[in-house]
């Protein structure tokens, strides 16, 4: 009795992969496709963001729905909460599923490769959005990101502008292990060295901390940072939560009037802080075209049109003025 | 006598009637229809044309490319040919491949045999591009008939998810153990992280950073696995040498192996500069069975040995169920609490080797919260959180709930935060049923 319970599972299991195959094996094949007998859909896209929690990717995911359904696709939509090997065992969920395509945002440029792999293996294309794969030999058919070292210019020209030709002391809130954010603070500080080079009110990088991207890691390195630091002028922050994260520590330290913070990413509660006047300005990405581009680029791969490969969108800068003009916003 | 040893059982393994029940209503609602690619499939579908299309019909074959697919394409072509039709070219390829093959035909094309993805191409571009090339004027594209089955019950899909459990059942298998002594093992999740770094580092500091032999790749995963063992070990050791809670030793462990790993790794994940690292996680040479699912069902059949026919075993049940009158009838408490523990290590150890095989990389960030879910899968599989009682294949059941869960809410885009939902849910019901059945046994 105890052995056959225990079996048991097993001996399901295997009936059920000898019904797989023989299924497969003897089922008739029959008449095709016409125009007349027009299937539903034409296939599932499938995508997998970072997380959903940073709305950023769900903004994405919203549009790749409505461009998806517009174009008679199906969409599925998992969210791998940061872990690479979540990841990974989705898009071996999806090739099981046998969905059209898959977009991807890497959790992990290198770790996600090899599941990559596994998609070109089985002929799904791989499209990537905002962050890129880069492991060695994964296919990507097409990226769509944004310009994230002209958005880091347009930060450094917004920093420029807020200090208003002084020049003065600044603090970096960066996110190293994100390649994007590297790029941010590469562009920022081509615009400032550039600056420096001419002007007379020199603008000096004081500092680099980890903000690691969220509140409380902006909060706590910025506190520190003004306490190191009693003539600090002004900060850029990589991102919208470490900028609201500085805030909140400028704001304790009460010198929330002389300190200017310039954030990345335009987030709704980014843009509202910029309307509050707590964040001066935004580089702001756009997360809807990124959503609707990449359907296209979908699409045309399925159509077997050609495309260029690599997409990148400009950032815009979001100021008070576009804030006050923005609907969104109370 | 008889009959109570089956109420046991059923009490025992009632997790698997979950098991099944939880299968038949995710295969309900996967049911999808699915386009055949065997090539039994294909030689059907060749028939079909043959006896549609006339007999000296051109024929362009157009497949997507991937796994097992030019050999349909060329079980097709073959037939086809056979039968005397004429097979103008054979594309295996992108969409960008059938519509530049569209494009090169100079007589007037018949017909199309296509396999399900391209089918939608077909039926999308073939109008559009008949009015450029006038010879897809009057061309019929022909795919294999579709059957119902439901995406879970595919044979890929089931390898998935026990692929997909392997890491944390092969670790529920230490925590199992180190439960049923009435203790609790919290530092697992970041010796996966932690064995995963040592692992990619031992390889390159032995291989000088470049192409790391066999050898080399055997030592990395022995440093790795040893490593982990020795940490278990040390934990084992202050939780019977100081008598402090095993709780809040590995709760320390935790945040030390976690932190080591990204010291060691410098917060960056280490690749492995050698493909082959990546068959123990992704490759699969035993009857189409990936090799991590061999060896979790290998290790499941040891340790169930282990648990059942030796004395470790009846030490182990002893020490959980009552310490003091174990200690008296000559258990020796202290070394069953060391090995546990050290088990326990050497299996998350392992399961971090397995996961840096998977990502053929050494990742600090792996294993975040996985303690979580080798916890939940031994609770889940009607292991007693109180010690003393639990069984190893239940634990592999519970494992497989879990897994099964995550898979199909994965299939039917259950939205995430709605998942965690649910296995919550899971968690509790299972604790109460483990309540339950714990009140029965006592009023029996």
């Known amino acids: 009795m105890k052995e056959t319970l225990t079996l048991l599972p097993a001996i399901l299991l295997t009936t059920w992969l000898g019904c797989g195959g023989n299924q ?11 125009g007349e007998n027009a299937e539903k859909t034409k296939g599932i896209i499938a995508y997998t ?14 549009h790749i729905r409505a461009e998806a359904e517009k174009n008679g696709y199906e969409i599925l939509i998992v969210d791998p909460d940061y872990d690479v090997k979540k990841q990974s065992d989705q898009i071996d969920d999806f090739i099981a599923k046998n969905v059209t395509a898959i977009v991807l945002v890497p959790c992990d440029r290198l770790s996600v490769g090899p599941a ?30 944004t310009d994230n070292f002209q958005g880091g210019e347009l930060a450094g020209k917004a920093m420029i502008d807020a200090l208003g030709g002084k020049g003065g002391k600044v603090l970096i809130l960066d996110l190293k292990r994100a390649h994007s954010c590297v790029l941010r603070v590469d562009g920022f500080k081509k615009v400032i060295n550039a600056h420096n080079k001419e002007a007379v009110g020199k603008i000096e990088i004081v ?39 500085a805030y909140t520590a400028v704001k304790e330290a009460k010198r929330e009037a002389k300190i200017k913070i310039i954030g990345f990413d335009g987030q709704l509660d980014g843009k509202q802080a910029i309307k509050d006047g707590k964040i001066y300005a935004d580089p702001i990405q756009h997360p809807d075209k990124m959503g609707k581009q990449i359907v296209q680029l979908v699409v045309k791969y399925q159509a077997g049109e050609s495309f260029e490969p690599e997409t990148l969108i400009p950032a815009t800068l979001y100021t008070k003025a576009e804030a006050d003009q923005d609907p969104e916003l109370k | 006598m008889k009959n109570l040893d089956n109420g046991k059982l059923l009490s025992d393994y009632g997790n698997v009637l979950v098991l099944l029940l939880l299968c038949v209503v995710i295969s309900v609602v996967t049911l999808e229809e699915q386009s055949p690619r065997s090539t039994a499939a294909a030689e059907n579908l060749a028939a079909i044309i043959v006896g549609g299309a006339g007999k000296d019909a051109n024929i362009l074959i157009l497949v997507r490319r991937g796994e097992g697919q030019q050999e349909f394409a060329n079980t097709l072509k073959n037939t086809l040919s056979k039968a005397g039709l004429n097979v103008t070219d054979t594309v295996v390829g992108t969409p960008a491949d059938a519509r530049a093959a569209l494009g090169k035909q100079t ?3 018949d017909v199309i045999a296509t396999d399900e993805h391209m089918a939608a191409f077909c039926l999308e571009q073939l109008p559009k591009l008949a009015k450029k090339y006038p010879t897809l004027a009057n061309t019929t594209a022909y795919q294999p008939k579709k059957h119902l089955w439901p995406n879970f019950l595919k044979k890929e899909n089931l390898l998935n998810v026990l692929k997909q459990i392997s890491v944390v059942a092969i670790i529920a298998i230490g925590m199992t153990m180190v439960i049923i002594t009435a203790g609790i093992d919290l530092s697992v999740g970041s010796l996966i992280a932690f064995s995963g770094v040592i692992t990619a580092l031992s390889i390159q500091q032995l291989s000088g950073g470049a192409d790391p032999t066999t050898g ?33 030793v590995t709760l320390g462990v935790m945040f030390i192996a976690k932190g080591l790993a990204f010291i060691f790794s410098q917060s960056a994940p280490i690749p492995i500069a050698n493909e082959g690292f990546a068959w123990l996680g992704r490759g699969s040479d035993l009857i189409g069975l990936p090799n991590s699912v061999v060896l979790m069902l290998l290790l499941y059949g040891i340790a169930h040995v282990i648990m059942t026919h030796t004395s470790i075993g009846r030490y182990i049940y002893a020490v959980g169920g009552n310490p003091e009158a174990a200690r008296l009838s000559g258990v020796p408490v202290k070394w069953v609490l060391v090995f546990v523990y050290t088990l326990c290590g050497l299996l998350a150890g392992l399961g971090g080797v397995m996961e840096a095989s998977l990502h053929i990389t050494g990742d600090p960030k792996s294993g975040t919260l996985v303690e979580l879910q080798v916890i939940a899968a031994v609770v889940v599989g009607g292991t007693s959180l109180a010690g003393g009682q639990g069984k190893i294949f239940g634990t592999l059941v519970g494992a497989l709930i879990i897994g099964v869960i995550r898979n199909g809410m994965n299939l039917t885009g259950v939205e995430a935060h709605m998942q965690s939902v649910v296995y919550g849910v899971v968690i509790l019901i299972a604790v109460m049923v483990d309540q339950l059945k714990n009140r029965a046994q006592k009023t029996n």
């Open chain 1, 24 to 34: 497969e094996a003897t089922e008739p094949a029959n008449t095709g496709v016409n």
């Open chain 1, 49 to 62: 963001p970072q997380t959903l929690s940073n709305p950023f990717f769900s903004v994405i995911g919203d």
């Open chain 1, 116 to 145: 990559v792999k596994a998609a070109n293996k089985a002929g799904i294309p791989v499209f990537t959005v905002d962050a890129k794969c880069a492991a060695e030999g994964a296919e990507i058919a097409g990226h769509v990101g």
């Open chain 1, 207 to 245: 500092s680099e901390l980890d903000g690691n991207g969220d509140r409380t890691k902006g909060y706590q390195s910025t506190a520190d940072a003004l306490q190191a630091h009693e003539d600090l002028d002004a900060i850029f922050a990589i991102n919208d939560p470490s900028a609201l994260g």
């Open chain 2, 107 to 109: 007589e007037a094309l």
């Open chain 2, 216 to 248: 080399h790749l055997l030592l990395g995963c022995a440093a790795g696995i040893i490593v982990c063992a020795l940490i278990g070990m040390g934990t084992g050791g202050l939780v019977t040498l100081f008598n402090i809670p095993a709780f809040i």
